[in-house]
Structures are given as C-alpha cells and as structure tokens.
C-alpha cells in the first residue's frame, strides 16, 4: 500500500515534521511511504496512494496560502476515496495550527476523501484534529508525530489492504 505525505514548507520545519511522521508511517508494515513538496509531486505515486497526509505551517492562525492554492488549483489530482489526515507546524503555543488543521480537514472533506485524524480513539497522545508541532517540534511532539504517522498508516492498512 503507498502512503503520500504531501507538504508546503518555506524554511524546512514542516518538511522535517513530514520526514518525521513518514518514519511512523513506514514503520506500521506493508507500507511505501513517500514524502513530496507541493512544488514537485510524483502524480503516479500520489494517484496509486491510498492514504495522503497533508502538512502545513499555520499563517495567521490558519492554514498556508500556498496550500490553499494548491487546493484551488491542483484538479489533476483525484484524492477522492483515499484516506485524508493532516499535519501543522507553528511557531508558539496557540498560534492557531488546530485552525489550520480544521480548514484542511474542510479542504478533504470537499475532495471526497475520508478524513481521520485519530483523535483519542488509541489512547494517549491524543491528536484531535492531526499532530502539531511548534516549528519542527521538541523530543516529545516528534515522537507524538511519528506515532501519529503509524496510526493513520495502520488505519490506512485496514481499510485498505
Ligand atoms: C506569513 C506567516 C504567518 C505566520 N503566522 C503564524 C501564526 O499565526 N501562528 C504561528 O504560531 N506561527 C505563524 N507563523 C510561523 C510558521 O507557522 C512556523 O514558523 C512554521 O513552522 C514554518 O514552517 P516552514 O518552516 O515549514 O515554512 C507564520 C509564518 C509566516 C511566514
């Protein structure tokens, strides 16, 4: 089963969360994960993928434009049917990535993708809306991303395979 974490970054703190998460990922099994900018997607990979997870780092509380964009405009892509999660990055406590997970969650949701986040339903670390990480997160975020990776993963798995 392929898994595409698909990512906007401009100073490399969401890239490292997405390398980070892809760690998890491809620790759940039978899984090829591959990590790809906005900017520079493999669309055979994505288009085989039956997961995608979506990164960010939050502006103004909310998720990137660059982000946005690709979402507005990117209709080569069918994302429909595939398992949707989301990761953001941010830079103090509060600074709104929920938010800007909540909008990518929205942004799924409109592509026909069937949208999970784990939540709570594995115990703790809870990740309620997707897995948040200030910049590109202390020891104990990156191991709740990482986690974070191998749950959708799994889910993916059995769903899927
Ligand atoms: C235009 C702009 C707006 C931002 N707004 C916020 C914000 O509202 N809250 C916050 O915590 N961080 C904010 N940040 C910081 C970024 O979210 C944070 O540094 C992020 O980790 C950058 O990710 P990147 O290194 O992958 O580009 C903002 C950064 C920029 C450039």
Redesign the pocket.
């Known amino acids: 089963m392929k898994l595409a974490i698909l ?10 969360v997405a390398g980070i998460i892809a760690e998890g990922a491809s620790s759940a099994g039978n899984v090829e994960v591959k990590c790809m900018g906005i900017e520079d997607i493999d669309q055979g990979f994505l288009d085989e993928a039956a997961a995608v997870i979506f990164g ?7 998720f ?1 434009w660059q982000i946005k964009k690709w979402f507005d405009t990117s209709h080569e892509f069918d994302l429909s049917g595939k398992l949707g999660a989301a990761f953001a ?4 406590l ?4 929920d938010s800007a997970l909540l909008t990518l969650a929205g942004h799924m949701l409109v592509k026909g993708m069937l949208v999970y986040s784990v939540g709570s339903a594995e115990g703790k670390p809870f990740t309620h809306y997707g897995a948040v ?4 997160g202390d020891a104990e975020q990156q191991e709740r991303a990482k986690l974070f990776g191998s749950r959708v993963a799994a889910k993916a798995l059995e769903i899927f395979e």
Request: proline share 3%; with cysteine.
């Open positions: 990512y906007h970054s401009e100073s490399g703190n969401t890239e490292t960010c780092p939050t502006y103004l509380a909310d990137s990055t941010e830079n103090y509060g600074g709104g990535a990480c200030i910049k590109e």
